[in-house]
Every structure is written in structure tokens, then in C-alpha cells.
């Protein structure tokens, strides 16, 4: 019923949809009513602000294409699984995130963990708009920085996290 790209575009953009139909509930009943009502809209329009923002830049963040592999996320571990490669790093000893756009338009983001080959996942393999919400941990992170590294489309390598080393006390 729906064309394909018009369902792409539309699961692209859901959360921001999501928050600016929340918004608009939210500005109905505050102006329209008085009382409960009128908090309770002024709680929606909060909320929908909340989901329009992160919602915007999860959908910038996601791919349109699909890339083999899946990468999953639990408990501090980032798991990729691939037709050729894979592997597993956790947060907590994660020294690095690049991303690096290749000549033929393809992304990848490479984890750089000590001792290891840094895990090399696909901007576009299943699962990999969630790296931007596991490695929101991380201290110091730019998840903005995330974002533009991806919408960049010439050939480069971005360093959008290294982990600073700790001081000694003296």
C-alpha cells in the first residue's frame, strides 16, 4: 500500500515524527483547555521536544543502504558478526572510534581496543544505528561529531573518540 521508499523515509524519521506529533498534542491541550489538561500538555510538548531532538539525530546517524553483518549491543559489549569478519570490544576497554569513508563511498567504523586489531563494523550493517546510543557512555564523547563523520562523504579517516589517559597524582 505504502511505496518502499516512502517506508524507508518514514521508519528513517520515526522518532522525530513520533515527537513532533507529540509537540502538536501537546500545544493543542495547553492552549486549549485549562487545568490537568493543560499541564498534562505541557508535559507532552516537553517530551516530544526530548523525542524531536534525539529522534533528528538518530535518523541523520542511520544509513539508507544495508551492508552484510549484524552488530549487536549488550552490557557494555559491541558485537559484530560478519560474513568474513567479526569480533567483540567492550566499552570499558575501548581506546579509540574512527570512522573512515573509503573512495568507493563506503563507511566503516573502526573500535581500536589495546592488544587487538581494532573491529572494523559497516556503517550500514544491521544494527549499527544503535552504536551511536552504546557509545554514548563514553566520557567525552561527541555524538554529534558521530553524525557528521557519517554524513561526510569524502574519502577520510575521523577520529571522533580517544580515550585520554589518566593522570598520576603527584
Not at 535518523?59 to 549484524?70: C, E, H, L, N, T
Not at 561529531?145 to 577520529?159: D, G, H, L, N
Request: aromatic share 6%; no cysteine.
Amino acid at each position: 500500500m505504502i511505496r518502499p521508499e516512502v517506508r524507508a523515509a518514514l521508519l528513517r524519521w520515526r522518532e522525530a515524527l513520533v515527537g513532533a506529533g507529540a509537540v502538536l498534542i501537546g500545544l493543542w491541550l495547553w492552549l486549549g483547555t485549562s487545568g490537568l489538561p493543560a499541564l498534562f500538555g505541557a508535559a507532552s510538548m516537553a517530551v516530544g521536544v526530548v523525542l524531536t531532538v534525539s529522534g533528528l539525530r538518530a535518523a541523520r546517524f542511520r544509513g539508507d543502504g544495508q551492508s552484510p553483518g549484524i552488530v549487536e549491543t549488550v552490557e557494555g559489549r559491541i558485537t559484530y558478526m560478519g560474513p568474513e569478519t567479526g569480533g567483540v570490544v567492550a566499552l570499558t576497554e575501548l581506546s579509540q572510534v574512527t570512522f573512515v569513508r573509503a573512495a568507493d563511498g563506503s563507511g566503516e567504523w573502526h573500535l581500536a581496543q589495546p592488544g587487538q586489531s581494532p573491529l572494523a563494523i559497516p556503517e550500514r550493517a544491521t544494527g549499527a544505528e544503535r552504536l551511536l546510543d552504546a557509545l554514548a557512555p563514553l566520557p567525552g564523547l561527541d555524538a554529534g561529531a558521530m553524525v557528521r563523520a557519517v554524513q561526510t562523504r569524502t574519502p577520510q579517516t575521523i577520529t571522533v573518540w580517544r580515550r585520554t589517559p589518566l593522570r598520576a597524582l603527584t
